[in-house]
């Protein structure tokens, strides 16, 4: 049972992507309904479980362990589970524990989850005006995201913004926010918006706006160099040879990158999502709750990795929502 996880085209499966709750204190309207029905507790993985959960997949081969929601930090005592993993730091066996937050907790965390191994962090962030980020996110405050950045840096943790790349929002944004990095030191990646979960009003394609676009709009003002590493994720990088700054872009549309895709998802709810662009999932709360040992749990991994597709279906080329998701982002946890 120690043997490595591979899929059927041969990607060794070492990033594990956990949503520990749906919940979030943000309503971001790319990701989640304003008025969204939570799941009731019964229905999610206790903390314990978690534990159980992300151990078996780290003793498969697992190496990199990012923690989502919802916002994962709204979930009551996360920090016994977020300690329980610094276990696997100290063995050896987990290169790296991280997190995607929306920011509005770090203020309170971040000296506790620097304690129990993290090293970096990654704050969505797709504006820097207040007004804007009150509207994009219905329900946050800037100034509580920012005060929150501050936290993570002076507690040493590395903070990458996430911006995703919204037409007629953020366009006028790109170098603000290019320079506002620069200046403090953090890593920026832009995300081509993507078609998950019936968002009410909100009008897909005319939100997206194509990372080939913006890239070429960065280069009239930069330099941009093609950087070869990869964090184990999926986003490609530059650097900004005027200021040093390394610039990540993640495209699923514009450019299909599950050729080399290593990472799958768990829901809060313990579904196994081997593709974020599938609906194919497996259940791995019943085998968890079925026995006290993880015989049933790790077949029921290798089952889904066996099933792991070679790539997404999202397409917006014939102006139309083709390989839309009806779950929402928030319930995948990204």
């Known amino acids: 049972m120690t043997a490595p996880l591979v899929d059927p085209f041969h990607r060794a499966i070492s990033y594990l992507r956990v949503s520990v ?36 997949f780290i003793r498969m081969g697992v190496r990199k362990l990012r923690i989502t929601g919802g916002e994962p930090l709204v979930r009551r005592d996360i920090m016994t589970f977020f300690h329980g993993m610094t276990r696997h730091l100290d063995s050896g066996t987990l290169d790296e524990l991280t997190l995607t937050t929306n920011g509005s907790q770090l203020s309170r965390f971040a000296t506790d989850l620097y304690s129990a191994g993290v090293r970096r962090v990654n704050v969505s962030l797709d504006t820097l005006d207040d007004d804007k980020f009150a509207r994009v996110t219905r329900w946050g405050r800037l100034p509580q995201v920012l005060k929150g950045i501050d936290a993570a ?22 170098l603000t926010l290019t320079e506002w990095c620069a200046a403090r030191d953090c890593d920026l990646t832009w995300i081509e918006v993507m078609p998950m979960g019936e968002l009410e009003t909100e009008d897909r394609l005319g939100q997206y706006w194509a990372l080939s676009d913006l890239r070429d709009q960065l280069a009239r003002h930069y330099t941009l160099t093609d950087l070869p590493e990869r964090t184990g994720g999926p986003a490609r990088y530059v650097r900004l040879e005027e200021t040093g700054q390394k610039i990540g872009f993640i495209t699923p549309l514009t450019h299909n ?76 946890g990204g």
């Open 21 to 56: 709750t749906d919940r979030c204190d943000f309503r971001c309207v790319y990701c989640m309904s304003e008025h969204m029905q939570f799941l009731p507790k019964k229905e999610l993985l206790t903390l314990e479980e978690l534990d159980r959960l992300c151990s078996a």
């Open 153 to 174: 840096q002076a507690a040493g943790l590395r903070v990458k913004l996430n911006a995703v790349a919204l037409k007629g929002f953020n366009e006028d944004e790109l």
């Open 257 to 332: 990158f599950c050729e080399s895709c290593n990472r799958v998802r768990v829901t809060c709810t313990g579904e196994l999502y081997m593709c974020l662009g599938q609906e194919d999932r497996a259940d791995l709360r019943a085998p968890l709750r079925a026995s006290d040992h993880d015989g049933p749990l790790e077949d029921a991994i290798r089952a889904a990795i066996d099933r792991k597709p070679k790539g997404h279906d999202f397409d917006y080329s014939r102006q139309r929502l083709d390989g839309q998701m009806p779950r929402h982002m928030s319930h995948t």
